[in-house]
């Protein structure tokens, strides 16, 4: 489970009831099940129209994903395992790696150690672990357009929502019951949709983004290295050369733990 985003919305919210405390005087009078209905299905639906199926599904896992992701391989961890790899290639030979990325993230690593240990072209490794990063990337870009697509339709939704309680009032200046009733629905909505956008929907495919670019970069590195194995480079070549890829801080504490 990525604790940082419950963390974060548990921020959020204290936030807002810290800053409101009307609110714990008569929290009912925030809490309207149409207004909600409004902006959050109205939200839904114009996702359905905007994105692909395949998005539309996607979108579950997106949020499954999030919350409770599995162990991945990070970028200095696929430094360190290469190395590793890099000085068992030095005088094993190329069928004995196919095991070594086993139990390793995602099985990206295990499926270009195979492609090693059946002796394929180096070119035609390269090429296929480019084709595999690309599209992995894509499928990524697509689940975060599809989230960040609902952060801009929520504030629209409560916009909608403030229109549709204006004019109830208008209607029918002379019943207070109506006036307060629209009034409730006009405001609720805008409330409604900033909240679920700015502290759901556009963190969330933030979120997706950083976790996106830090899964390409680990597979990018083993692109890299794998390519090197194939070159019979030796490990401090290998080691040096992809640490490249890493962040100073990140190569300062792995130098610190050594």
């Known amino acids: 489970m990525d604790f940082m985003v419950l963390i974060g919305v548990g921020i959020s919210i204290a936030a807002i009831l810290v800053g409101c405390p009307d609110?714990?005087?008569?929290?009912?009078?925030?809490?309207q099940p149409n207004a909600m209905v409004l902006v959050l299905v109205g939200t839904i639906g114009s996702t359905f129209i905007s994105s692909s199926k395949k998005s539309i599904v996607s979108i579950g896992k997106v949020f499954k994903h999030i919350l409770?992701?599995?162990?991945?391989?990070?970028p200095l961890e696929a430094v360190d395992a290469l190395v590793d790899i890099a000085k068992i290639a030095q005088t094993a030979s190329k069928q004995s790696l196919a095991d070594?990325?086993?139990?390793?993230?995602?099985?990206?690593?295990g499926r270009a150690l195979g492609m090693v240990a059946d002796g394929l072209e180096k070119d035609f490794v390269n090429q296929t672990l480019i084709t595999d990063i690309s599209e992995i990337s894509r499928r990524h870009e697509l689940q975060i357009?599809?989230?960040?697509t609902m952060g801009s339709y929520a504030p629209m939704y409560g916009m909608l929502g403030t229109v549709v309680g204006v004019i109830m009032?208008?209607?029918n200046v002379s019943d207070?019951?109506?006036i307060v009733e629209g009034m409730a629905l006009a405001l609720l909505t805008t409330l409604y949709g900033l909240f679920l956008s700015s502290v759901f929907f556009i963190p969330l495919s933030n979120k997706l983004k950083g976790?996106?670019?830090?899964?390409v970069l680990t597979k990018e590195i083993i692109r890299v290295g794998i390519l090197m194995i194939m070159d019979k480079e030796?490990?401090?070549?290998?080691?040096?050369?992809?640490?490249?890829?890493?962040e100073q801080g990140q190569k300062n504490d792995r130098n610190k733990e050594k």
């Not at 409770?68 to 990070?74: E, I, N, P, T």
């Not at 070594?100 to 690593?109: A, S």
């Not at 030796?234 to 890493?246: D, F, M, N, Q, T």
Request: avoid cysteine; hydrophobic fraction near 45%.
């Open 23 to 31: 609110i714990f005087k008569d929290l009912m009078n925030y809490l």
């Open 68 to 74: 409770f992701r599995k162990k991945k391989l990070q």
């Open 100 to 109: 070594l990325g086993g139990g390793k993230g995602d099985g990206f690593l």
């Open 145 to 148: 357009t599809a989230v960040k």
């Open 169 to 171: 009032v208008l209607k």
């Open 176 to 178: 207070i019951d109506v």
């Open 211 to 215: 976790m996106n670019e830090d899964e």
């Open 234 to 246: 030796i490990p401090l070549k290998v080691e040096k050369y992809l640490l490249a890829y890493i």
